[in-house]
T-cell receptor
Framework: AQSVSQHNHHVILSEAASLELGCNYSYGGTVNLFWYVQYPGQHLQLLLK??????LVKGIKGFEAEFIKSKFSFNLRKPSVQWSDTAEYFC??????????????FGTGTLLAVQP | DTGVSQNPRHKITKRGQNVTFRCDPI?????LYWYRQTLGQGPEFLTY????????KSRLLSDRFSAERPKGSFSTLEIQRTEQGDSAMYLC????????FGEGSRLTVL
């Protein structure tokens, strides 16, 4: 069955530190990949997505992610985190059937705490 | 606010009671999704609709769960004879290129 793994469940960083959150998925076919963020008390919001093309995807708030097909990975990065990046981050994947989005399968999430 | 709206935001009920949640998607979004999220887990897919048609149901959706979207606009998720294991956040999302999530309805079953 299709699954998504996020290896870091809880990450604590100081402001200005660099961030990389791991995401691996299990499916050999064509996939669409997403990173969602949930700030405290708020709903899930899309950070960035990959459908096709350039495997390095840039999202909002300075985040980027790189799709490495051979490693089944879609890691999220940010060169310098801010206190306001404190949130929970979810990687998600769906099978690409002719470009259509059906259901997203989410990872278990990574809770990021940025210390000022 | 033109986002996805969910009601009620919080529901506390006793085991065995029925509860119903409502989701109003972003207008003109044809696809509507229900997810469930428990502590320490990511959202788990329950079901989704294309207009009024329910296209897929997860095996997580037991016979006590029923979802409807009668006119292809708002949707309801009903849980009958609630159990403590049903305690979770129930998320609704509508689709236009990406999923737009509501703030969720938190269910606590005592």
């Amino acid at each position: 069955a299709q699954s998504v793994s996020q290896h870091n469940h809880h990450v604590i960083l100081s402001e200005a530190a660099s961030l990389e959150l791991g995401c691996n998925y299990s499916y050999g076919g064509t996939v669409n990949l997403f990173w969602y963020v949930q700030y405290p008390g708020q709903h899930l919001q899309l950070l960035l997505k990959y459908f096709s093309g350039d495997p390095l995807v840039k999202g909002i708030k300075g985040f980027e992610a790189e799709f490495i097909k051979s490693k089944f990975s879609f890691n999220l990065r940010k060169p310098s985190v801010q206190w306001s990046d404190t949130a929970e981050y979810f990687c998600a994947v769906n099978l690409n059937y002719g470009g259509a989005t059906n259901k997203l399968i989410f990872g278990t999430g990574t809770l990021l705490a940025v210390q000022p | 606010d033109t986002g996805v709206s969910q009601n009620p935001r919080h529901k506390i009920t006793k085991r065995g009671q029925n509860v119903t949640f409502r989701c109003d998607p972003i207008s003109e979004h044809n696809r509507l999704y229900w997810y469930r999220q428990t502590l320490g887990q990511g959202p788990e897919f329950l079901t989704y609709f294309q207009n009024e048609a329910q296209l897929e149901k997860s095996r997580l959706l037991s016979d006590r769960f029923s979802a409807e979207r009668p006119k292809g606009s708002f949707s309801t998720l009903e849980i009958q004879r609630t159990e403590q294991g049903d305690s979770a956040m129930y998320l609704c999302a509508s689709l236009s290129g990406e999923l737009f999530f509501g703030e969720g309805s938190r269910l606590t079953v005592l």
